[in-house]
């Protein structure tokens, strides 16, 4: 008969290979036991690699999709109105930006939708300017110095500093400069659309106009998306009868879906299959066109085009073309178009061509009279 083990035996018997099975564990080479994890490691990295590669194609394929589905999207892009630099300004209050003869009012271009206006005098009358009201940078407008209406381009203020920059270069010339936000920039109310801008664009013109008088020169200055703003402004003037003094474009693009294919938002899929139809479709379902090109054939008076060989933005070649095209329009036949390059060794780039000390006698020349240094 066999003989029973005892529990306790048995429960001895297996503590001791379990003793022995840690022991041999134990006496692993170390070197084979990395060998065995590296393995794991490696493909741990390449999954990390492929999961994240994964994330960003869905990303690159959504947004396409996305901004098709929702074209409103895109013409934020084009406005970027929402976009407020510097932050924190206050626009009630332009001297802050070492804009002390300027004074800040409120104009309404459709009833209950108000505009944020700036009207900078002429830097000769600055110390007179100190502590006045409304009414006295009114009575400036009868003075002989003319007068600038600038449109800024998308993105900030009427407070961005290279705006604020022009103005006071401007303003040392001797010229009255009136800016003003759009319907959504800024503290301006109401939203977005070319059709708005152009509005706005044509009531403080009409504004100034009444002013002014009609003896006074009035010369529209247009930066950027602004000067599609403005030469649809100009456009209308020219239309029913009284065109401006003088246009200016600064860096200025043909259309708005040939500026978006430039820029640079959109290098990471210029290049795919269908982006007209996902993008720039998109921005024409907005009813956005800024159509600088077509609008060249309809205007009537002195254009001068300023543009900086390194911009980035609105790529130097479209303000070339627009040149060329403005060159053979049969509607400015007999006015004076002038193209002004600046040299890239001069990094102006898309924004700062104030800075040109060659600006001054550029303006003088374009608009054939000495700047009106005294007010």
Not at 207 to 222: A, D, E, R, S, V
Request: hydrophobic fraction near 35%; proline fraction near 7%.
């Amino acid at each position: 008969m066999r003989k029973r083990r005892s529990p306790l035996c048995a429960e001895q018997d297996s503590d001791e290979a379990l003793k022995r099975r840690s022991a041999d564990s134990s006496r692993q080479d170390p070197q084979e036991e990395g060998s065995m994890k590296k393995p794991f490691r490696r493909l741990g990295l390449v999954g990390k690699i492929k999961r994240i590669f994964l994330v960003l194609m869905i990303i690159y394929v959504s947004i396409p999709c996305i901004v098709k589905i929702f074209p409103s999207i895109q013409a934020k892009l084009v406005f970027l109105n929402f976009v407020r630099v510097p932050f924190f300004i206050d626009l009630k209050r332009p001297q802050d930006h070492g804009l002390n003869h300027t004074h800040n009012f409120y104009l309404e271009p459709e009833s209950g939708l108000k505009a944020g206006v700036w009207h900078t005098v002429p830097a000769q009358m600055w110390r007179e300017a100190q502590g006045k009201d409304g009414n006295w940078y009114l009575s400036t407008f009868s003075s002989s110095n003319p007068v600038i209406l600038y449109l800024h381009g998308n993105a900030g203020t009427r407070g961005g500093d290279h705006r604020v920059q022009l103005y006071k270069v401007l303003s040392s010339l001797g010229y009255h400069v009136v800016t003003f936000d759009y319907r959504g920039w800024g503290d301006s109310e109401g939203s977005p659309s070319e059709g708005g801008m152009t509005s706005d664009a044509l009531f403080v013109y009409d504004w100034l106009k009444q002013q002014i008088g009609k003896t006074k020169p009035l010369y529209i200055w247009g930066h950027s998306l602004g000067t599609g703003v403005a030469t649809n402004l100009v456009r209308r003037l020219c239309d029913r009868g009284n065109p401006p003094d003088a246009l200016i474009l600064e860096s200025p693009f043909t259309n708005i879906r040939e500026e978006a294919k430039c820029h640079p938002f959109s290098m990471v899929y210029r290049y795919l299959p269908g982006f007209d139809w996902f993008f720039l479709d998109a921005i024409t379902a907005n009813n956005i066109r800024f159509a600088s090109d077509e609008n060249v054939n309809h205007i009537s008076c002195p254009m001068l085009i300023l543009h900086a060989e390194d911009d980035t933005v609105v790529p130097f070649y479209l303000g070339k073309k627009l040149y060329s095209m403005a060159s053979r329009s049969q509607s400015l036949t007999g006015h004076k178009v002038q193209f002004v390059p600046f040299p890239a060794s001069l990094g102006y780039k898309h924004k700062f061509i104030y800075r040109s000390p060659e600006l001054p006698s550029i303006l003088s020349d374009f608009l054939g009279v000495a700047h009106p240094l005294a007010p």
